[in-house]
C-alpha cells in the first residue's frame, strides 16, 4: 500500500531524524537518492548535459547536491538560480565537483538531456513566478527529461490543488513518504512517474492517504469456502433504471453479479431487459421492501422519479446510494440510518450535496470528499479522473486504476453494482468502495487497451480484473 503524509507530518519526522545526524546529512541522503534517479532516466552519465532549477530553499539544496554527485560521474551541470538566494553547502558542493552556475540560462536549458525542478518543492504555494515559470517553459520546449524534486513546483502537497503555472514534470523523486498531491488530481497529472527515496524518516501508524495496491485487494476479496450456499455469499438488492432508463438497470446487475454475492435481487420497472441480459436475476416489480430478504442495497442509477430511495432508507441494511438516489438527499436521513451507508457521486453531484460549483469540487478533490463523509456520515466515493474514498475519520483512500476511457455513459451503473455486491458479502464499507472502484478501475484497462470501451465492456473484463488480483 502507498501512504502519503501531510507535509507538516513530514516535517516533524525529518526534524526528529536531523536531531540526531549531522548537519546536513539528511540533505545528502535525498540528494544521493535524487541523483540515482537522474542516472537511471539518463542512461549514460558521462558527457550528459544535466540543468538544475534552484530556488532559495531545501528542494534547491537536494538538487544542488544531486547535481555534484552527477558531475562527479562525468555530467556537465549547470544551476540556473531562480530565488534570491541558494543554499549555500550545496552550492559549493556543485562547484567543488566542476559543475557551474549558468551565465546564459536559455541556452543550457536549450542543449538539456536533463532538467532538475528545484524551484520550490513541499513548502511551496501557488504558482509559479515568471521568472521561474518562462524557465520551465523553456526546459519543456528542449524536449529535455524533467525530473522534479519531492514534489512538482506550483502545486499544493497536501491538498492536490493547483493555484497558477505549475511544473509537468516526467517523474518526480520524493523522500520519506508521498504527499497525498502526488496522488491526487489535478497534481497528480503534473508528477509523472513517481519514485519514493527512503530517507529513514520515522512516520505515524495511520496516513493522512493511503492508495491499496493489488495484494491490499486481494485480501478484502471474499472467498467461497465449500460450504457456501447463494445466500450464506450475500444477496444485494438493486432498485434501479425506469421506463426511460432500463439501461441503468441492466448495468448495475451486471455489475452487482461480478462482485461476489452470491445472489442479486433486482426491484423495478426494468425488470424484463434485466432478464433478457441476466436471467439468473431474482426479480420484483418492487417496492424494494417487499422484493426480499438483502444484506445490501443498490438504489440511484437511473431511477429517475420511480420510487425507492426512501423505503431503501429505511431498511436496516447497508445501502449504496448512486446517481438519481442522491438528489435532494437529506444529510440526517442518511445519519440517522442503523447500517452503513455509502455515497458515490461525481463531482456535479456532489457539488449540488455540497451546495458549492462544480469547477470548486474538481480544483478541491480532497476537502470536498472529506467534507461529504463528515456532513453525511457515510463512506462517500467521489468519482473523477482520481477517485477518491473517505469516510468520517481515517486516511482517503486514493484509487490508483482506470483509464481516461472509462469516462463514459453507464459506467458508473457498473461501479455501483459492484461496490453494492462487495458489501453483501460482507465488505465494511470502505472496503467494499475502495476494492470496487480499484477492480472497476482495472476492468475498464483490460476492455480498452487504449481504445474506447462502454460501460458493458467493463462488466464483462471484471471477471478477468479479479483473477489479475487474486493471481
Known amino acids: 500500500m502507498r501512504t502519503a503524509y501531510r507535509v507538516e507530518t513530514v516535517r516533524a519526522a525529518e526534524a526528529e531524524v536531523m536531531a540526531r545526524l549531522p548537519e546536513g546529512a539528511l540533505m545528502r541522503r535525498a540528494a544521493a537518492g535524487l541523483a540515482t534517479a537522474c542516472a537511471g532516466l539518463l542512461g549514460r552519465v558521462y558527457g550528459a548535459r544535466v540543468v538544475l532549477l534552484v530556488g532559495s530553499g531545501d ?11 552527477l558531475a562527479r560521474r562525468g555530467a556537465g551541470v549547470s544551476a540556473v538560480l531562480l530565488g534570491p538566494r541558494a543554499h549555500g553547502g550545496g552550492l559549493a558542493a556543485l562547484t567543488g565537483a566542476g559543475g557551474r552556475v549558468a551565465d546564459d540560462p536559455d541556452d543550457v536549458l536549450r542543449r538539456a538531456d536533463l532538467v532538475v525542478d528545484g524551484i520550490t518543492g513541499i513548502g511551496g504555494r501557488g504558482g509559479l513566478r515568471p521568472r521561474a515559470a518562462g524557465a520551465v517553459r523553456a526546459a519543456r520546449a528542449s524536449g529535455a527529461v524533467l525530473v522534479a524534486v519531492d514534489l512538482p513546483s506550483g502545486v499544493d502537497a497536501d491538498t492536490g490543488e493547483v493555484a497558477g503555472e505549475a511544473v509537468r514534470a516526467d517523474a518526480t523523486v520524493t523522500f520519506g513518504a508521498y504527499k497525498p498531491g502526488l496522488l491526487i488530481d489535478p497534481a497528480r497529472e503534473y508528477a509523472g512517474a513517481l519514485r519514493l527515496v527512503d530517507i529513514g524518516l520515522a512516520l505515524p501508524p495511520v496516513p493522512d492517504a493511503e492508495a491499496l495496491q493489488h495484494h491490499d485487494v486481494a485480501r478484502l476479496l471474499p472467498a467461497p469456502s465449500g460450504g457456501s450456499d447463494k445466500y450464506r455469499r450475500g444477496v444485494v438488492g438493486i432498485v434501479a433504471g425506469s421506463a426511460r432508463y432500463p439501461g441503468a438497470a441492466v448495468l448495475a446487475v451486471s455489475g452487482a ?3 461476489g454475492a452470491g445472489a442479486v435481487r433486482y426491484a423495478g420497472p426494468a425488470g424484463e431487459a434485466v432478464l433478457a441480459r441476466h436471467p439468473e436475476t431474482l426479480v420484483h416489480a418492487g417496492p424494494p421492501a417487499k422484493a426480499g430478504r438483502v444484506q445490501a442495497w443498490v438504489v440511484g442509477p437511473g431511477l429517475g422519479d420511480t420510487p425507492g430511495v426512501a423505503d431503501v432508507l429505511e431498511s436496516d441494511v447497508p445501502v449504496l446510494v448512486d446517481a438519481d438516489g442522491l438528489r435532494n438527499l437529506d444529510p440526517a436521513a442518511v445519519r ?8 458515490t457521486p461525481h463531482a456535479g453531484e456532489a457539488a449540488a450535496l455540497l451546495g458549492t460549483a462544480r469547477e470548486d469540487v474538481e480544483s478541491r478533490r480532497l476537502e470536498a470528499v472529506r467534507e461529504l463523509a463528515g456532513r453525511y456520515g457515510a463512506t462517500v466515493l467521489l ?4 477517485t477518491l474514498v473517505a469516510r468520517a475519520d481515517g486516511p482517503v483512500r486514493v484509487n490508483p486504476t482506470g483509464t481516461p476511457w472509462l469516462a463514459t455513459a453507464g459506467s458508473g451503473d457498473v461501479l455501483s453494482g459492484l461496490a453494492g455486491s462487495l458489501l453483501a458479502a460482507g465488505l465494511a464499507p470502505h472496503d467494499a468502495a475502495s476494492a470496487g472502484a480499484y477492480l472497476h478501475g482495472l476492468a475498464a484497462r483490460r476492455a480498452s487497451r487504449g481504445a474506447p470501451v462502454a460501460a458493458y465492456d467493463v462488466a464483462e473484463a471484471l471477471p478477468g ?3 489479475d488480483v487474486r493471481g
Open 336 to 343: 440517522s440510518r442503523p447500517a452503513p451507508t455509502v455515497l
Open 257 to 259: 453479479l461480478r462482485g
Open 59 to 69: 528542494n534547491g539544496g537536494d538538487a544542488l547536491y544531486a547535481g555534484a554527485l
Open 383 to 386: 468519482k473523477g479522473s482520481t
Open 465 to 467: 480484473a479479479w483473477r
